[in-house]
């Protein structure tokens, strides 16, 4: 899988730039696991958002394995991308966490049976089953955070987009966590302030300063530089 951003901008209303000139190229091959690092309003989420078109490309160019992002191709990109939002609110709308988990596979067009096999299993990988029937406005915040990453498991996407999925979970979660992400054969874009978890997760790392790439290489290296890391907003 490979997801291709060719000097991409994107701007939020207001007009603000948010993504000022990004080129990049995340190749599963290479590494499948990149921490997207920064500031507060450094660009991160705008910049995952934009991947599964869900933020106007001002100028630039977005491909996913070679197809652009643009409308005619938006289902097919979206079967191929998961994303996990930073507030999970944005993301659960179902009454039941079971239902909730259900929409992507039933999206995906999956026969019921093989829906409510990837249910089961994804619920029970982040260790909610016992929530299946609990209403997802009454869940606690790791709780949704966890509901959320099942519903995206659950259609077994190419790519996984998590925007900040540590913040609710607590240290086993957040362990765990890691663990299945490393697991899981699908390429990882992580958005985190959790630097122990990029550098346990991700071999390979962008860091976001104004909406622009200040550095990119490996986590390891990038986050010895003090210097920089001062910069961005990381130290
Ligand atoms: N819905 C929105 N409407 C207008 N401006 C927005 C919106 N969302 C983000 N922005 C602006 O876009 C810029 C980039 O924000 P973004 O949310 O991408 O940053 P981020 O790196 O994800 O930050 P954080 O670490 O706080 O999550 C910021 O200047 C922010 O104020
Ligand atoms: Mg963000």
């Keep these: 899988m490979r997801i291709e951003l060719c000097e991409l901008?994107?701007?939020?209303?207001?007009?603000?730039?948010?993504?000022?000139?990004?080129?990049?190229?995340?190749?599963?091959?290479?590494?499948?696991?990149?921490?997207?690092?920064?500031?507060?309003?450094?660009?991160?989420?705008?910049?995952?958002?934009?991947?599964?078109?869900?933020?106007?490309?001002?100028?630039?160019?977005?491909?996913?394995?070679?197809?652009?992002?643009?409308?005619?191709?938006?289902?097919?990109?979206?079967?191929?991308?998961?994303?996990?939002?930073?507030?999970?609110?944005?993301?659960?709308?179902?009454?039941?966490?079971?239902?909730?988990v259900a929409f992507g596979p039933r999206n995906l067009k999956l026969p019921a049976d093989e829906v409510a096999k990837r249910v089961q299993e994804a619920l029970a990988s982040m260790e909610i089953a016992h929530l299946a029937e609990r209403d997802v406005a009454h869940l606690s915040g790791g709780e949704k955070r966890r509901a959320a990453l099942a519903g995206v498991l659950a259609m077994k996407p190419e790519a996984i987009l998590l925007d900040e999925p540590t913040s609710m979970l607590d240290p086993r979660g957040c362990r765990e966590l890691a663990e299945r992400l490393a697991a899981l054969p699908a390429l990882k874009l992580i958005a985190t302030h959790d630097l122990e978890f990029a550098g346990r997760?991700?071999?390979?790392?962008?860091?976001?300063?104004?909406?622009?790439?200040?550095?990119?290489?490996e986590t390891g290296e990038l986050l010895k530089q003090r210097e920089l890391l001062l910069r961005c907003g990381l130290a």
């Design 9 to 100: 901008v994107l701007e939020r209303p207001g007009g603000i730039r948010a993504v000022d000139g990004i080129s990049y190229l995340f190749d599963s091959e290479r590494c499948d696991a990149v921490a997207i690092l920064g500031a507060n309003g450094a660009g991160k989420s705008t910049l995952l958002e934009s991947i599964p078109g869900l933020v106007p490309i001002r100028s630039g160019a977005i491909r996913v394995d070679g197809m652009n992002v643009e409308k005619r191709n938006l289902s097919v990109v979206r079967s191929k991308v998961g994303m996990i939002f930073q507030n999970s609110d944005d993301q659960l709308f179902s009454n039941t966490v079971g239902e909730d």
């Design 201 to 217: 997760l991700c071999p390979e790392c962008l860091i976001l300063l104004e909406g622009r790439i200040a550095a990119a290489g």
